[in-house]
């Protein structure tokens, strides 16, 4: 008999794992179908000892110390600069959109005040931007927006920016001076070790049994428990009958290069050239020294049988579409639907361990 059946070995079903367990000695079952933890922040090290991230690169960042806090009682963190570059015109440009970006664009030296002031004759006057084409040409206008961010958000999303939330490519910084990192928040490092090994150790404890290769209804079958929690898609655990939710998938193509570094920077985006949209080598990023170097191409695709659901989509009528789902799931008795898929949320790691901490608190008055 276990006090929680946990679905799903991410960073919410192992965060709320390891609280059930550590702070309130509850026995928790955690299982994944998948044959490892981690979810997609899973880590290994690929054939030619590359530490490679399986589902896509993940840089850890947050402004929240608590969160910090909390995963490093797991890990040790190594500062890490997460370097984008985009390539479009047949050169490199600086990405996200900032100073640097601006010289390059108008063949100059220049300064803040003066991009400032061009930014201001460019942008598009839109005071409550609706979509993620108006939040881009508001602060940029249309140029910009078209060389940086139309075609990339199409490749990705198979959707027009202007039929995706404000919020999606709104999540872009764009900067007036030399900052030319991809992300503002205040601690920007990468677990020491990895993010597997950070996993293994939250996992490590005696009150929690971790079954992979086992999807949740074999899990149903096999075990007794009080209370579920899952993380998987919520569509899925209501059998679709609301239809099926729209997701994004991708493929993820390795290739391992007899030479040190591959291309300058730990990712560089291609909006308007190939099929992929972007190339991925965090070995920039992981710390380690090698002669080799591995390089993964992402390739958006989508979503349908034996394809992984990656992002949900943040548009209104995929929103119409959760709301159903959501009621159904705040009147499941006995169930926390916590993580990305379970909410439908275009979140960040730092933001489902906040969810799953915060189910913590709440679980934690609800069960004797
Ligand atoms: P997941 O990690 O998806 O874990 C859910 C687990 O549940 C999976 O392992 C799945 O196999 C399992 N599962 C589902 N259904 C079942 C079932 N029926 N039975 C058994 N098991 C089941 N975040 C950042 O902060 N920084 C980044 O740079 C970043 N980059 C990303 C890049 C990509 C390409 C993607 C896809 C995501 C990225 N993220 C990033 C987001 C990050 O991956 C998520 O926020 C986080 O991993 C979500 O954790 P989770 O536990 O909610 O879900
Ligand atoms: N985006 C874009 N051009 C870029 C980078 C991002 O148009 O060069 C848009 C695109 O819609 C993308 C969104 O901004 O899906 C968020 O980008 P991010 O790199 O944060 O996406 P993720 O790492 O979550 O895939």
């Known amino acids: 008999m276990f006090d929680y059946l946990i679905v799903g070995a991410g960073f919410a079903g192992a965060v709320l794992a390891e609280r059930l367990a ?26 030619a000892g590359v530490l490679l991230h399986r589902y896509g690169p993940h840089y850890f960042r947050t402004n929240s110390e608590r969160i910090r806090d909390y995963l490093g009682q797991f890990t040790a963190w190594t500062p890490a600069a997460y370097k984008v570059l985009s390539w479009t015109d047949g050169r490199y440009w600086q990405f996200p959109i900032n100073l640097n970006t601006f010289e390059q664009f108008i063949g100059r030296s220049s300064n803040g005040e003066e991009m400032a002031a061009t930014l201001e004759k460019w942008r598009v006057p839109i005071d409550e931007p609706r979509n993620s084409e108006e939040v881009i040409v508001a602060r940029v206008g249309r140029e910009l927006y078209e060389k940086f961010f139309r075609n990339y958000t199409r490749k990705q999303w198979r959707r027009d920016p202007s039929e995706l939330d404000a919020s999606v490519c709104g999540r872009i910084p764009i900067r007036t001076d030399r900052d030319d990192r991809y992300v503002s928040d205040r601690f920007q490092e990468m677990p020491r070790d990895g993010y597997t090994a950070m996993f293994e150790r939250m996992l490590e404890h005696p009150g929690i049994e971790v079954r992979l290769k086992t999807d949740y209804r074999e899990a149903r079958a096999q075990a007794a428990y009080r209370h579920l929690i899952y993380t998987g898609p919520v569509d899925e655990y209501f059998d679709a009958c609301y239809g099926p939710l729209p997701y994004r998938s991708l493929r993820f193509e390795a290739e391992t290069v007899e030479r040190e570094w591959f291309q300058p920077a730990v990712q560089v985006n291609y909006p308007n050239d190939h099929e992929y949209t972007r190339i991925l080598e965090v070995k920039h990023i992981t710390g380690q020294t090698l ?31 959760y709301k159903k789902y959501e009621t159904l799931a705040a009147a499941e008795k006995n169930v926390s639907f916590v993580g990305r898929m379970a909410t439908y949320r275009y979140y960040n790691m730092d933001q489902v361990v906040g969810m799953a901490l915060a189910e913590f608190e709440r679980l934690k008055d609800d069960m004797p």
């Open 22 to 47: 550590s702070q309130l000695g509850r026995r928790c079952l955690v299982v994944d179908r998948r044959d490892h933890i981690g979810g997609n922040a899973y880590d290994f090290h690929d054939r």
């Open 291 to 321: 002669p080799v170097t591995t390089i993964v191409r992402e390739y958006p695709q989508d979503y349908g049988p034996g394809r992984e659901a990656y992002y949900p989509l943040p548009a209104p009528d995929a929103r119409a579409i």
